[in-house]
Nanobody, 117 residues
């Protein structure tokens, strides 16, 4: 059974930091491209950051220079370090796995990040 379990969300003041983690099980983690998405009520889920199986990263313009995505293949963990948080970063953050070998994708249940002004 595949599971992606996010943790690390919470309430933080603007300018603060949070570190999200996603623990994966049931997948061959190292072959998956991984990503973080976020969603606010009434809006579409948006891509925040991606990291390929080879370690290449990409970021949404809105988070460049503030967020850092990383992965630990040995521990099957994906992380998102979020610094200089802004109220507009408030959202539910989701972990996503894209298995391009077996053509499957998986989502976590989400973790809520709230940034107060």
């Amino acid at each position: 059974q595949v599971q992606l379990v996010e943790s690390g969300g919470g309430l933080v003041q603007a300018g603060g930091s949070l570190r999200l983690s996603c623990a994966a099980s049931g997948i061959i983690f190292c072959i998956n491209d991984m990503a973080w998405y976020r969603q606010t009520p009434g809006k579409q889920r948006e891509l925040v950051a991606t990291i390929t199986s080879g370690g290449n990263t990409n970021y949404a313009d809105s988070v460049k220079g503030r967020f850092t995505i990383s992965r630990d293949n040995s521990n099957k963990t994906l992380c998102l370090q979020m610094n200089s948080l802004k109220p507009e970063d408030t959202a539910v953050y989701y972990c996503h796995a894209n298995d391009k070998v077996f053509y499957r994708e998986f989502w976590g249940q989400g973790t809520l990040v709230t940034v107060s002004s």
